[in-house]
């Protein structure tokens, strides 16, 4: 496998399908020869779950790095902030013996979410529904509208902790903005100032302390000879430029951005692992061209579903399972600049008779080779399979290639092909262990 760099390496892990693709496990394994990991997107609408020695442990905003003693965990600037739930995580976590406050750095220009951003995000999921125009599939946790007052130069931000009398003025600058939006528009309920500033002040207290230059730090880590890892959240299918808009999340969840989003140069970025399901998931709404039916016993969709304990991690909702389609991973793979593949899930596989695998799809009669930009078009688009032999044997908790059923590498060995990308790992299961390496990538 290769003698591990002693040089500084960066290592960005991203999703390439529509999230849920197992980053937390990947993560949480790197991290043995990483000194630092960071988010630098998304907010606690991500969930990570990891397993260690049987035991499991869902993270939503705290890097997967904490549970390695010792690693520094990093939230960069394009993370938004709920401090009520950042607090609450970190007590879940002390409560079980893991030390978070003296090694977590928050990036003093993360916006913040605040109670209005949920309301208004709820509300607004809710009168898309009664119109008829269909919900987006939001998970109600206020980021989509905390990154729209970012955008707008009117977030208030983890800096303004700081400084309490600015912190009031811009609150109530904001609340009379959006109670408008809530009472006026939505229909809904306006919040008051007093309960909202009051929580914020008091998080303050506790969130002080962690607050950081984290650009720079990660500029100091670096030229120190730590190995970093850039910890994406959802999947590069749901980036708010490249994904199936506007079935997106808020953010830009592609390998480029851990760039913008944590305050380092692009240069210091050096490998990029795309984290792969050996099918296909998705939550919420949005097209889904290999999608299949879930809720029918002893079909390929039922197995996904129940094999692969199929549900969200933030929201607990059913995700929709299909075939992998690696028209669309063919996409990813280019906007992502991939260095290299982790196939997770391999296991849910074992036992089917065949596996099927989308090349392409037939778009208004033509075929097109690579998934389509506009969401109207993917929703028509027909996928076009091609069949490999399944497989009897179990690849549960293997960790060598050559001891995958000879059918297994070859459906590997063939998404590889079509991709243009190499298979660098795959995950047998769910614990750190479950994993066979053919590259690491953190071998110079």
Not at 196 to 223: C, K, N, S
Not at 269 to 274: A, E, F, K, T
Not at 356 to 375: A, H, K, S, W
Request: glycine fraction near 12%.
């Amino acid at each position: 496998m290769g003698k591990v760099s002693k040089a500084g390496r960066n290592v960005v892990v991203v999703g390439t399908q529509w999230g849920d693709e197992g980053k937390g496990k990947v993560v949480d394994w790197l991290t043995e020869h990483a000194q630092g990991v960071v988010r630098f997107q998304g907010g606690h609408n991500a969930g990570h779950t990891l397993v260690i020695k049987g035991v499991k442990t869902a993270l939503q905003l705290i890097p997967s790095g904490v549970m390695r003693e010792g690693v520094a965990c990093y939230i960069g600037n394009g993370v938004v902030v709920d401090p009520a739930h950042l607090l609450g995580e970190i007590e879940k976590l002390e409560k079980i013996g893991i030390d978070v406050r003296s090694r977590l750095f928050v990036s003093e220009s993360c916006a913040l979410i605040l109670p209005f951003h949920v309301e208004l995000d709820r509300a607004r999921e809710a009168r898309r529904e009664a119109s008829g125009a269909g919900k987006i599939g939001t998970t109600g946790k206020g980021i989509g509208p905390a990154y729209e007052d970012k955008v707008a130069r009117r977030a208030l931000r983890v800096q303004d902790l700081k400084h309490p009398r600015r912190f009031e003025i811009k609150l109530r600058e904001l609340l009379e903005l959006h109670n408008f939006a809530l009472a006026g528009y939505l229909k809904g309920q306006p919040l008051e100032f007093r309960p909202i500033f009051d929580q914020a002040m008091q998080a303050a207290e506790q969130i002080t302390p962690m607050m950081a230059d984290v650009g720079y730090r990660l500029h100091q880590a670096h030229r120190a000879g730590a190995n970093l890892l850039f910890e994406g959240a959802q999947g590069a299918l749901l980036d708010i430029d490249h994904g199936t808009y506007p079935f997106v999340t808020s953010s830009n969840c592609v390998a480029g951005n851990a760039a913008a989003g944590s305050g380092v140069g692009p240069d210091q970025l050096h490998y990029m692992l795309g984290i792969t399901k050996a099918y296909a998931t998705r939550v919420g709404g949005g097209p889904f061209p290999t999608e299949l039916p879930i809720d029918v016993p002893g079909t390929v969709g039922y197995q996904l579903s129940t094999v692969g304990q199929e549900r969200g991690t933030v929201t607990g909702r059913p995700r929709r399972c299909g075939w992998l389609d690696a028209a669309a991973l063919k996409r990813s793979i280019i906007i992502n600049g991939i260095s290299g593949l982790c196939i997770t899930k391999l296991d849910v596989l074992d036992g089917l008779d065949e596996v099927l695998m989308c090349t392409g799809y037939e778009l208004n009669g033509r075929r097109v080779e690579i998934l389509p930009l506009d969401p109207d078009d993917i929703a028509a688009c027909k996928p076009v399979y091609e069949r490999v032999g399944g497989w009897r044997e179990s690849t549960a908790g293997l960790t060598q290639w050559d001891a995958l059923p000879a059918n297994a590498r070859r459906y590997l060995e063939r998404v590889q092909e079509f991709i243009g990308a190499p298979i660098d790992m795959v995950s047998t299961g769910p614990d750190r262990e479950h994993t066979i390496v053919l590259r690491h990538p953190y071998v110079a």
